[in-house]
């Protein structure tokens, strides 16, 4: 992960640190008081570093990326934020005095808008982390369908997603168990999961299996994969992403999950019933694995069959579920809403038609849950979520 960013890293460091230094220190102050200046910029240099070298997507110890990034906000990303501010600054006042033809000291505003933008920085990191993170919201949203049977009508399904509970180490068990009594305090009649369980192995479920293992509802709890629930983040011969891959399923299956791969399931209510589909992972097939197949997936199913399809990909409901389907309902994550969010705006929208929330094509629909935890323990306008959807017969 950080070795992909390792040459943009280096350069923000470099070139604040070196601006600060040429414009506001060289001459100015005591050689000691320009070595701590340069003192933050270069242990992160060394940081960078270390992390790129790791052969892993990220290193096993969740920690020391955490810790890298909250630093690489407070430090590297606020000091080039306050650079941008100064130079700019400088820019203008120079073009000013120039077409004014004033004398005199010039005076540079950017230096107050910077400090301004890395206190802003600053609030944004500290809250994300601290505060955001812990956050729990439970939105209610109602679909209602000329399809859905009569006996299913007012029926309550219980959506979340992107639990990453490898995440919930370090003293932040209590979030995920509140979590879950949440899910449960919604009384619903089925639960569907709809991936990204884990961060990068199988073994950062299994302290946590008794708890997940809590969740139920009179209909069952339905899951499907996510990318991160493949061995797509670690660097292992074939032979142990496999044996990854069935520990992850073999886990699901422990906690009394029905985890749907490529395949579907009845529920009845009397003579009415209602299918649920899950299709693997069907990501963009370059940074997300492609593995959905709606044809075995939906095999069985008949043409006037009610159907919530889980996917966890919501790219995949355009590409492939819409024109190849007649799904009515598609269940989905994977985006996070980027877990930032200002006025409503997540740069999420700049890369997902769908990122957050119930979108409809005609008749049909697909909710896309911010999801519940993350793989970087921050979240800022986008609380953790839980989705309670009713189906209504229209």
């Keep these: 992960m950080i070795a992909r960013i390792f040459i ?17 220190l060289r001459g100015r102050v005591s050689t000691k008081a320009v070595l701590l200046w340069w003192l933050p910029g270069v242990l992160m240099v060394l940081y960078t570093v270390f992390l790129a070298l790791q052969k892993d997507f990220a290193p096993s ?40 033809h004033r004398s005199g000291p010039r005076r540079n505003y950017g230096n107050a808008v910077g400090v301004v933008m890395v206190l802003l920085i600053w609030y944004v990191l500290f809250y994300g982390s601290f505060v955001g993170f812990g956050k729990l919201t439970v939105r209610q949203v109602e679909y209602a369908s000329e399809d859905l049977p009569e006996a299913f009508d007012g029926y309550r399904i219980v959506h979340f997603s992107d639990a990453h509970v490898g995440t919930y180490g370090r003293g932040r068990q209590y ?33 946590h299996e008794a708890l997940l293992a809590s969740l139920n509802a009179p209909d069952g709890v339905f899951s499907v994969l996510g990318n991160h629930d493949y061995a797509e983040y670690i660097k292992a011969d074939e032979a142990v992403k496999a044996a990854n891959c069935r520990a992850m399923v073999d886990a699901q299956r422990r906690m009394g999950w029905t ?5 579907n399931r009845t529920v009845r209510r009397g003579a009415d019933s209602i299918v649920v589909a899950g299709m693997e992972n069907d990501g963009d ?36 579920i819409l024109p190849q ?39 049909r ?30």
């Design 175 to 207: 979030l995920l168990r509140r979590n879950i009594d949440s899910i449960m305090a919604q009384r619903p009649d089925m639960i569907v999961f709809t991936g990204d369980l884990q961060n990068m192995q199988p073994a950062e479920v299994t302290p």
């Design 61 to 100: 110890d969740n920690g020391l990326l955490d810790i890298y990034l909250f630093f690489l906000g407070m430090i590297v990303v606020a000091k080039l934020v306050f650079v941008v501010c100064s130079a700019a600054g400088w820019g203008i006042s120079c073009m000013v005095h120039r077409l004014l």
């Design 285 to 320: 097939g370059k940074k997300f694995p492609q593995k959905g197949d709606i044809v075995k997936t939906l095999q069985g199913v008949g043409d006037s069959a009610f159907v919530v399809m889980l996917e966890h990909d919501p790219s995949s409901w355009r590409r492939k």
């Design 365 to 394: 629909a697909i909710n896309v849950s911010t999801g519940l935890g993350g793989f970087i323990p921050f979240r800022f306008g986008v609380p953790g979520e839980i989705v309670v959807i009713t189906l209504k017969k229209k």
């Design 8 to 24: 943009p890293v280096l350069l923000m460091i470099v070139l604040s640190d070196g601006y600060v230094h040429l414009r506001y």
């Design 325 to 363: 389907s007649a799904t009515q309902l598609t269940l989905s994550g994977h985006t996070h809403a980027m877990q930032f969010s200002l006025w409503g705006w997540s740069p999420a929208s700049l890369v997902y038609s769908e990122w957050g929330g119930m979108f409809t094509e005609g008749s």
């Design 259 to 263: 985890l749907l791969i490529n395949e």
